[in-house]
T-cell receptor, first 114, second 116 residues
Framework: RKEVEQDPGPFNVPEGATVAFNCTYS??????FFWYRQDCRKEPKLLMS???SGNEDGRFTAQLNRASQYISLLIRDSKLSDSATYLC???????????????FGQGTILTVHP | DVKVTQSSRYLVKRTGEKVFLECVQD?????MFWYRQDPGLGLRLIYF???????EKGDIPEGYSVSREKKERFSLILESASTNQTSMYLC???????????????FGPGTRLTVT
């Protein structure tokens, strides 16, 4: 079983639609959770962190369910510029070091069309 | 503006060659990482370093080694390139994790390596 699993899609939605991505993780010791965005032929960039209480950034809402080991990302009023691959990312603390290993899901492809 | 640069965007090498991929960051970050990204597999960690001259194996270190002689530079070395090492290689850097702070990794643009 993969440590972080996402539906790879692709999701094809019209402008203005609401779309939701789901992600599950297997390691219950996971500490921090993120969504990264990767545009075609570009590097990944942090979109937002995911907090236990849920958090919102404009049209984007992220939620975490620790009991079910489940993370979600909701995009409202989709724009053409939202077309990208969305990566679910999980961090597990690595003992006493200052490093926490990040594990990336394989990504969910979103295409927003006119 | 934060910046991570990689020495080449595209590289073509022959089987058996020794390959060096260079990564430089200008953010004074302690942590640096090398990943490879393949379709259907996502990003997989090869090696990371949390200080100069320190290195730790990631999930797929076989066939690779790394060098970190200076804080800003992290090199990935393919001792004897093989066709199954054809991939996109991404370097990243970050501050060390402390408490519950955001732990953002900044990525370079990637090097697409083809081994023939």
């Amino acid at each position: 079983r993969k440590e972080v699993e996402q539906d790879p899609g692709p999701f094809n939605v019209p402008e203005g639609a609401t779309v939701a991505f789901n992600c599950t993780y297997s390691n219950s010791a996971s500490q921090s959770f993120f969504w990264y965005r990767q545009d075609c032929r570009k590097e990944p960039k942090l979109l937002m962190s995911v907090y236990s209480s849920g958090n919102e950034d404009g049209r984007f809402t992220a939620q975490l369910n620790r009991a079910s080991q489940y993370i979600s990302l909701l995009i409202r009023d989709s724009k053409l510029s939202d077309s990208a691959t969305y990566l679910c990312v999980v961090r597990v603390n690595a003992g006493g070091t200052s490093y926490g290993k990040l594990t990336f899901g394989q990504g969910t492809i979103l295409t927003v069309h006119p | 503006d934060v910046k991570v640069t990689q020495s080449s965007r595209y590289l073509v090498k022959r089987t058996g060659e020794k390959v060096f991929l260079e990564c430089v960051q200008d953010m004074d970050h302690e942590n640096m990482f090398w990943y490879r990204q393949d379709p259907g597999l996502g990003l997989r960690l090869i090696y990371f370093s949390y200080d100069v001259k320190m290195k730790e194996k990631g999930d797929i270190p076989e066939g690779y080694s790394v060098s970190r002689e200076k804080k800003e530079r992290f090199s990935l070395i393919l001792e004897s390139a093989s066709t199954n090492q054809t991939s996109m290689y991404l370097c990243a850097s970050s501050l060390p994790h402390r408490g519950a702070g955001t732990y953002e990794q900044y990525f370079g643009p990637g090097t697409r390596l083809t081994v023939t």
